[in-house]
């Protein structure tokens, strides 16, 4: 065994069997699986984190269903590189010893650039290959609509708690180097913790330990240990467990509450955890849109914008990016009165069902309509002065009904006033 072989590859299975994880995509009932067993195999985009196996999986989809196997990297490759192999592949189709389309394997998709992933339209489309993509991105935003058309997308999960157990089992005992090692586990929370549901880490954990000590030592894998080892801050946190949620919990109630030092520590806590941006970006949408709505309408732009950014940027310069949407939220004026509207205007209804729209208010584009009475009467309000003309808008049966109860802000107080001038003026 050469011992330059890194572990993880050592151990990249070669069979469905010997897969791990993925379950609702290879298991008994996985679309995968049941393409494999048809062999047919159609276009798709393997979307998951790092080290889940999404270039396994399209190397064992390969061997099984005995189809050429073509990969091309999106960071190195170019336009040319993709046009050589679309040839290669149509000489491969016009062989008469093959019935089988081949496969081109493209890693980190999401990096091709829009002329670059034109090229590849046509051969999907004429079946001169199979394509399957691999991203750690978003395909919705990442991937040009055509080609998206012609490929499904599978997502990918993180390796969870047992998976990790199962391929450190494996490791220990079918790896022919740490199989001949003295090697004993009395903690995996660390090893486990660190790995973050990437297997290519576990393994590389593994690697590093058992290249570390020496040959006639005994390895005694401990938290203490793994830590040391990787010379990094054993941070408690969980991204599957309660401390996820609890740490979360208590960023968003220290930005509702207006305490910008508590919502920067606990948003620390979730940076050194190795917490996904993406999840924290998305609660910042949610809390600008929750908790301060109209009192400061810039906080949802400025906190989208935080979320796009995310997606570009990624870790570590994503933390300045969260820092500064988590600072001005949590100094920005609270209103939760868009958050309770809505909660009321569903309520009602839940309550009312489908209540008939006002005459006046329907549009009537065809003869029958407007001899029914559609749209007869409707004030059009950018014809009188203010813009604003006072008619009913709600269903008969809650016709005095109020769902928007503006909060205690400048904004929404000026916002009132305007409305309470306008409906004085035309009463």
């Not at 490759?77 to 046009?83: E, L």
């Not at 157990?165 to 090697?183: F, G, P, Q, V």
């Not at 660190?194 to 006639?216: C, V």
């Not at 909660?343 to 549009?363: K, S, Y």
Request: glycine letters at 6%; proline letters at 5%.
């Amino acid at each position: 065994m050469n011992n330059n072989i890194p572990l993880a590859e050592r151990l990249r299975p070669t069979s469905l069997d010997d897969y791990i994880g993925q379950q609702h995509l290879v298991g008994d009932n996985g679309i995968i699986r049941k393409m494999i067993d048809s062999g047919r195999i159609n276009s798709f985009i393997l979307w998951g984190p790092p080290g889940v196996g999404k270039t396994t999986l399209a190397k064992i989809i390969a061997k099984t269903t005995e189809a050429a196997f073509y990969t091309l990297s999106a960071v190195t490759s170019g336009v040319k590189d993709v046009r050589d192999v679309i040839d290669r592949c149509k000489a491969e189709m016009r062989s008469m010893f093959t019935t089988v389309r081949p496969i081109l394997f493209i890693d980190e998709i999401h990096r091709f650039s829009k002329s670059q992933q034109d090229s590849l339209l046509g051969a999907v489309e004429q079946g001169i290959v199979t394509l399957i993509g691999a991203t750690t991105e978003n395909p919705s935003f990442e991937v040009i609509r055509p080609l998206l058309s012609r490929s499904q997308v599978y997502t990918l999960k993180p390796l969870d708690n047992s998976d990790l157990e199962t391929l450190l089992d494996r490791a220990l005992h079918k790896d022919t180097i740490l199989s001949s090692r003295d090697i004993e586990v009395i903690e995996k929370k660390a090893l486990f913790r660190f790995s973050g549901g990437d297997a290519r880490k576990l393994l590389n954990i593994l690697d590093l330990i058992e290249q570390s000590t020496p040959k006639n030592e005994k390895i005694t894998i401990t938290d203490n240990l793994v830590t040391e080892r990787l010379q990094e801050n054993p941070a408690e946190y969980d991204r599957d467990g309660e401390m996820h949620y609890d740490i979360i919990s208590a960023f968003i109630k220290s930005i509702r509450g207006s305490d910008a030092d508590a919502a920067i520590y606990w948003l620390a806590r979730m940076v050194a955890g190795g917490e996904d941006p993406k999840f924290i970006a998305r609660r910042l949408v949610i809390l600008a849109a929750e908790d301060i709505g109209l009192a400061n309408p810039n906080a949802l732009l400025l906190a989208n914008a935080t979320f796009d950014s995310i997606h570009k940027i990624g870790w570590p310069e994503g933390r300045i990016i969260l820092a500064e949407c988590t600072i001005y939220l949590a100094n920005s004026p609270k209103s939760n009165s868009a958050y309770k509207a809505i909660g009321a205007a569903m309520e009602a209804v839940a309550q009312t069902g489908n209540l008939p729209v006002p005459l006046h208010l329907r549009n009537a584009p065809t003869k029958l309509m407007k001899d029914l009475g559609y749209h007869e009467g409707y004030k059009y309000a950018h014809d009188y002065k203010g813009n604003f003309v006072k008619q009913q808008y709600l269903p008969d049966q809650l016709i005095e009904s109020r769902f928007w109860i503006p909060c205690d802000n400048p904004q929404e107080a000026r916002m009132w006033e305007n409305i309470e001038k306008l409906r004085s003026e035309n009463s």
